[in-house]
């Protein structure tokens, strides 16, 4: 014979499970939570680039851009922008304008900005 399951025993039962799937429901809800978060930032950081590339693309240039190729902004005393294929180092002549940064195209059309020396 089965022992007596009685009334107490199922309410502790159903209060244990309600406890579980309460924990386990909260946990992954928080998981999709901290995606959701991480999803938005990835947004913001593909808008932002997509802007700077769309602005990049704007910049004065007296030469065409080609994928692979590293273009050097510079910043004239007016505030205007243009790009350059000189680097800084390669200025026989202290230049007047100020090196803002420098950029490869990739193959998308995309801007990665290069890290200063």
Same mark, same amino acid.
């Given at each position: 014979?089965?022992?007596?399951? #009685?009334?107490?025993?199922?309410? !502790?039962?159903?209060?244990? +499970?309600?406890?579980?799937? =309460?924990?386990?429901?909260? #946990?992954?809800?928080?998981?999709? !939570?901290?995606?959701?978060? +991480?999803?938005?930032?990835? =947004?913001e950081r593909v808008l932002t680039a997509a802007k700077r590339d769309a602005d990049l693309h704007r910049v004065k240039c007296?030469?065409?851009?080609?994928?692979?190729?590293?273009?050097?902004?510079?910043?004239?005393?007016?505030?205007?922008?243009y790009f350059s294929l000189m680097a800084p180092d390669e200025w026989?002549?202290?230049?007047?304008?100020?090196?803002?940064?420098?950029?490869?195209?990739?193959?998308?059309?995309?801007?990665?900005?290069?890290?200063?020396?």
């Amino acid at each position: 014979m089965a022992p007596a399951f #009685g009334l107490v025993d199922a309410a !502790a039962e159903i209060e244990k +499970a309600d406890q579980i799937i =309460a924990t386990m429901t909260t #946990g992954k809800l928080e998981l999709i !939570a901290k995606q959701m978060r +991480a999803l938005r930032e990835e =947004a913001e950081r593909v808008l932002t680039a997509a802007k700077r590339d769309a602005d990049l693309h704007r910049v004065k240039c007296n030469f065409e851009k080609q994928p692979g190729g590293v273009y050097h902004l510079y910043r004239r005393a007016n505030g205007e922008l243009y790009f350059s294929l000189m680097a800084p180092d390669e200025w026989t002549t202290r230049p007047a304008q100020e090196h803002v940064a420098s950029y490869r195209m990739e193959a998308d059309r995309s801007f990665t900005p290069l890290e200063r020396k």
